[in-house]
Each structure stands twice: as C-alpha cells, then as structure tokens.
C-alpha cells in the first residue's frame, strides 16, 4: 500500500471511530530536503500518525504542534529553515540546507477533509487529477489557507476559492499542470495589494502490473511491486499455478489463454506489463495483444534474441510494430544491476518500471547532473533494444 492510499484508509478509521486527526502537508521547499512538496502524515489525536514528511526529523516537532492544531481548530503553516550550520540548536539539526514549509489543518469541516475523498476518487477510477492548495495569503483576503481547487481528468471541477479572479487563475494553471505536468509546482499570484501561494499538485493513481505468468520467479514479482502499493494482477493459463495460495498478495489472479485475456484487464497509459510465461508461443501472443493498448512499459522475460525472433514473427504474420510501440519494450527486462537470483532479477525489473513511469534512467544518482527531483531530464530516456531492432529487423 503506497503512502496516499494508507491515509486514505487511516482517515476512514478515524471517522469511523469518531477521532479527532489532522493532516500535515509539505506544501514548500527551497533548497535541499528529504521529501518534497506534497509528502503528508496523519495524525491523530491519541498520537498515531500514517505517512511522513521527512526522514524523521521533523514529524515529532510536527506531531507537538499538531495536538494545538486539533485543540483550536485552527490550520497553520510552519517553517523548518536547516540552511544555518546552527540549525541544531532547535533539535533537530538535519544539516540537509534546505528550508521547508509545513501545512497542518484539522480535519473537521467538509472543507478540510474534501481533500481526502478527492485523492480516494483518483485512486479508485484510476483518474490522474490536480489540487491546488492555498498555504499563503497576503493583503487584502483573496482566499483563506486550505482553501482548495480540485480538476480530474473528466473535467470535473470543485472551487473552493472565494475570490473569482484568483479562481481563474489557479484553474487555468491546474488544467495545464493537469495536461502536461507530473510533480508538483508553486504558483504566486500577485492581485493589486494582494498575493497568494498555492500548492498545484499532481495526483497520480497507483501504477497497475500486469504480470503474465504465474511460475516461481512471479511470487517476488508481485510482492515487491505490492510494497510500492502497485495494483497487481497474475494470469496463467495453468490452474494450477494461478492460486491466491501463490501469490496472497495479488489484487486480481486470472486463468486464461492470450486470445482471451482482454476481457480480464483494463490496459491504459498508468499499465505496465511484464511477460514472463517461460512458454514462447505464449510469449508472442500476449505480445501481439498488448501491442495496440497505450501501455509505456512492456517487459519481456527472456535474452535479446529471443525477444527479436517473437518481434519476427509478428512481422510474419502482419504485426509490424512501428518505432513508438518498439520504444515501449524492454527486453531483457530489467535494470543491469548483476541479478541472478529470481529476488534480484525482480527488484531489477519493478526498478525499470519504476524509472520508466517517472520518466527517468535509472542510473546512479551521484552520476545525475540535475537535481534529484526536477520533474525530467532533457535527453530523451535511452532506447537500446528499439534501436537494434529498427536495425536489424
């Protein structure tokens, strides 16, 4: 379960056994931090907190102020600044050069927890969405803190934002932010006397695997991209090995032969697959299904040569993949990380997926000439195999 989605449940709880809780929010940072803007933590009035905001360093501090939070129903926005080498002497001394900006509201009204049954909305339709929070005004009021605009892809629309200008403002960035976006962004917006800062995030529904195959070297498969909080569905044409004593862990298990496994799956751009049935002809027609679905990532379990003859016999057949959907297979599967075992041939292989649907290498950090969190490099992510076989093919 992924860090959004534990809250979400950990709020249920609270309403449920009618808690008082509040909800912390980096909402800003400048310079170096350990989580970025958009990390959150419940926290509830016995002291039981879900998520994080740091590595550690700030939750107790946050925690301390949030009992006054829930006592005066009041939202506030604190300031961590670690850029002095004396930072230490508040008790923390993270020493991480940064200054970071903290949202903490009480979730009373429908206008703070509105923001919980939005991200529940985007996760349960697998809708990608935007909300822009309000963490700063000044002058004359334009809007309150924690006042909120919400955009999913459907083009619904929630405004809370009183002020019409500002309102238009702000949806006119989050439909933006919405087409081309993927991190979040900190918007000002200077009105006449006045000025507000708003938090325009990107809320992406959990990445959904699709794993073919229901041998030995799935189980770790599965389990790894549950703890990164993945929906992830097994299929096999063999009973025998596609069981939920297999794989406990597995969102959705499904027997079923290639030619009619469409009717199990819903494949969109939040879908990655990987195909690992050890059976070739398996392998090339599960291939030749997934191909037309707008998939970003593709893994094939097999050597390189494998995977250009199951590319041949497509072609035979009249399945010619152009450069877009080659560019879409990753085959061999996986990072080059020296994997051997099936344990680390999976960790290899839920890193690619990862890299690949946060637009990124996968290389080492310290190797990075960006910043660790800018949203993508400017080269475009290599594209090895689809190039050899544009070649070769």
Known sequence: MNELQAIIEAFADVQQNHKNAVLATVVKVKGSAYRRPGARMLITEDGCRVGAISGGCLEDDVCDRAKEVIATGIATVVTYDTTSDDDIF???????????????????????????????????????????????ASGDPLASITSRIFLNESDTLINQVEDAELAKKIIENAREVLK??????????????????????????????????????????????????????????????????????????????????????????????VVMTHNYLCDRDILQTLIPFPLPYIGILGARNRTKKLLQDLQQIGCVLDSEQLNRLYAPVGLDIGAETPQEIALAIIAEIKAVMAERYGGFLRNRKAPIYVEKQNEQTSKILAISFQSKI
Not at 96 to 122: D, H, M, R, T
Request: aromatic fraction near 10%; proline fraction near 5%.
């Open 90 to 136: 508040w008790g923390l001394g993270m020493g991480c050069n940064g200054i970071i900006q903290v949202l903490i509201e009480p979730l009373k009204s429908q206008f703070n927890i509105e923001q919980i049954a939005f991200l529940s909305s985007c996760f349960r339709w697998r809708q990608r969405g935007v909300m822009a929070t309000v963490f700063r």
């Open 180 to 273: 081309h976006g993927r991190t979040s962004q900190i918007k000002s917006y200077p009105l006449g006397n006045s000025e507000a800062e708003v938090l325009i995030e990107v809320i992406q529904p959990p990445v959904s695997l699709v794993v073919f195959g229901a041998g030995d070297d799935a189980i770790p498969v599965v389990r790894l991209a549950k703890e990164l909080g993945w929906y992830v569905t097994v299929i096999d044409r063999r009973a025998a090995y596609a069981t939920s004593t297999r794989f406990p862990l597995a969102d959705a298990i499904a027997i079923s032969h290639p030619e009619e496994m469409r009717s199990h799956l819903t494949l969109d751009y939040h879908t990655a697959a």
